[in-house]
């Protein structure tokens, strides 16, 4: 009895080594029923199927652009729900006919801007959304994720503007969101906060998914507001109604690290990892528990930023910087990082990293710019606020 | 038991953890061109390859060894007909070699080696890229081109899809410092080479005077006796390293290789018994010719293309003479200071050298009778 049970435990000191050396050299596995990858999915999966089917109908009629949208339009949601980015990939190859045109049609257009903002190649996304708009100045989507770039670039006014043209093209619940959003990071949050919560109450019948991010955005906002109670009954009333969104899961975990409450991030995102975003959340959270197995995800997340910096990746700044200054014990290095960053999106998280990151790297210049920043934008936000030391 | 079933429950997590993460698709290419022409190796995604082919042959969501096997015919002629090779302008014909399986980042890879039938040294490479370019216009191709001891890096991509690498004529001056690095980690790598150069220069610092050692009285002294040796060893092994480069003079390598040893045999020996006296720098220049042979080894197996050969050759030598400066720089000041003391003339000296007599004679026999001893 004894004998079977120690030959097997030896063999498992051995598989594990031979796993930790997989990386090092190209193997010959020794067992064909050795499983290599798991997909993320199953080839009789109803979706898959649906897709592939598609896939090849587009493939016989390659000039379909209705098809093309719509399978464009599935793998951008399915990007977006698994917070994979291949199917953003899988998207643009739908849509490859009209890609390089100048002036595609309007669908396609739209599509195309919302993979430019994927990839965060915002001048290109202002671009296609400008054109868009202007063939068609009614357009709420094209509307709305002009709002959301232009928000994220700092030009408020711009963005307040086109919140304000949404009132009339679609339900209160969207302009409200998208209205309050702005406005809350530019000099008016209790405001903003208050008119949001007005909203959701007055739309309780409003599209799950909608009143999912209305709800996460009022949740943010009293984040930033320092009221961690409404904030917390506002990101769970958020995750009843999706508790598998990634922006919804990443925002909730940056909560509750903010509030040292890292056993339940560890709980939350045990099974998402694979999300380059949520791992990095993971491992903050391993390291503030105490957890000695921090430094293993940290060697790992440190292998995949690597690998897309390779490639030419500029995507996932903010993320890296965080990386840096919080896992990597490198101020300097992050705030050259959050400075890059900085230079392309300008939302409260990039403003917190680079905040901490310019106090840790005691780089006192890049302080007083972000104060500029904050008297010039006057965005209100608690933790920003004890970081500069500001009023 | 429960403890095992643990641990079970763990590895399982951590292999789970290891196996996925999210990442766009990228492919690793690398490309090596050298004496016996290009090879390469891909490392493309599994699942990649299972969205454009379809790996998963009983549908479960999982891909194992063996149904990677069975579509590896098809893996090959798939991702190689979406790869062109260009050297000199004239299109290689790409063979799978070898089929592996390895782990990156965000999963499993299929490796996949293959040959390219090239013309012989081509001065340039151009890289046409395509793999996933109607699947996944996001997916990047990482090249790592690696050419006569330089790699570089490129990436592929949509719009970028044709790349043109010089492998001679542009980057002179980096493929220069490239030959001179390589000339310095020789000299370095092979101890026949540093242990002739220190047997003819331990006595430097010292004078034989009826029957025994003395340190010399000036630093100019010991100096202009390096000088002389370290000059005519460089003389010597340039002339016969460039008649052998450029295919003037050739021998065969074990008997290069055997006169080597031979030659450490005899410079050390010549500190032990007197017959060297005076004439080191004979020594150093005779038998530098036949390090010359053995430095010429090196440029041959890197296979230059005939452009780039007088520039190896220039960068090579150059990088074997810093190395050898970089020795005399360390012995001359540290052997001067020892010279007056007992351990430098016996211990260093004479041990020393009888090390050296001993370890180069099992060189001569290993190599010149081909055994391990």
Known sequence: ?391 | MRAARALLALLALAGAAVAQAHKPSDAYLALSVDASGISGQWDIALRDLDFALGLDGDGDGRITWGELRARQPAIASYALARLGLRADGATCTLRPTAHLADTHSDGAYEVLRFVADCPAHPASLEVDYRLFADLDPQHKGLLRLSTGGRTRTAVFGSGRAQQRFELAGTGRAGQLLAYVHEGVLHIFGGYDHILFLLSLLLPAVLVRATGSWRGVATLRQAFLEVLKVVTAFTLAHSLTLSLAALGVVSLPSRLVESAIAASVVIAAAGNLLPYAERRRWLIAFAFGLIHGFGFAAVLTDLALPRPLLLLALLGFNAGVELGQLAIVAVFLPLAFALRGTWFYRRAALVGGSLAIVLVAAVWLIERAFDVKL
């Open chain 1, 1 to 391: 009895m004894t004998r079977p049970r120690r030959t097997s435990l030896a063999c498992f000191a051995v598989c594990l080594l031979a796993a930790g050396a997989v990386h090092a050299v190209p193997r010959v596995p020794a067992h064909d029923d050795e499983v290599l990858e798991q997909l993320p999915y199953r080839a009789d999966d109803p979706v898959t199927v649906r897709l592939r089917a598609e896939r090849l109908r587009l493939a016989q009629e390659p000039g379909n652009v209705r098809l093309a949208v719509h399978l464009a339009r599935e793998y951008l949601e399915l990007g977006r729900e698994s917070g994979d980015p291949r199917y953003a990939g899988y998207a643009q190859a739908a849509l490859m006919r009209w890609w390089d045109l100048p002036a595609p049609p309007r669908e396609v257009l739209l599509l195309r801007a919302i993979l430019h903002q994927r990839v965060h190649e915002f001048t290109a996304a202002l671009s296609d959304l400008t054109a868009l708009i202007g063939a068609d100045p009614r357009n709420a989507q094209a509307l709305l994720t002009r709002a959301t770039v232009l928000t994220v670039q700092g030009s408020f006014a711009q963005a307040a503007a086109d919140c304000r043209a949404l009132t009339s093209l679609t339900e209160e619940l969207v302009a409200s969101t998208c209205l309050s959003a702005v406005a809350a990071v530019s000099g008016d949050l209790a405001g903003s906060r208050e008119r949001l919560r007005a909203a959701l109450e007055a739309n309780r019948s409003s599209d799950p998914g909608l009143r999912e991010w209305a709800l996460t955005t009022l949740a943010e906002m009293a984040e930033r507001a320092g009221d961690a109670p409404s904030a917390e009954a506002l990101f769970r009333a958020a995750l009843a109604l999706d508790p598998a969104d990634p922006y919804l899961l990443a925002a909730w975990s940056d909560f509750l690290l903010e509030q040292r409450r890292p056993r339940e991030v560890l709980a939350l995102l045990e099974s998402t990892r694979r999300s380059d975003a949520l791992f990095l959340r993971y491992a903050l959270a391993e390291k503030a528990a105490g957890l000695a197995s921090w430094r293993a995800s940290a060697a790992e997340l440190g292998g995949r930023i690597d690998a897309s910096r390779l490639r030419g990746d500029r995507v996932h700044l903010r993320e890296e910087a965080r990386y840096a200054l919080l896992l990597g014990g490198d101020a300097r290095a992050a705030f050259a990082l959050a400075r890059e960053n900085w230079d392309v999106q300008k939302e409260p998280a990039d403003v917190l990293i680079l905040t901490a990151s310019a106090a840790a790297a005691g780089d006192a210049a890049a302080l007083e710019a972000v104060r500029d920043w904050l008297a010039q934008s006057r965005l209100e936000d608690v933790r920003v606020r004890a970081l500069v030391g500001a009023p």
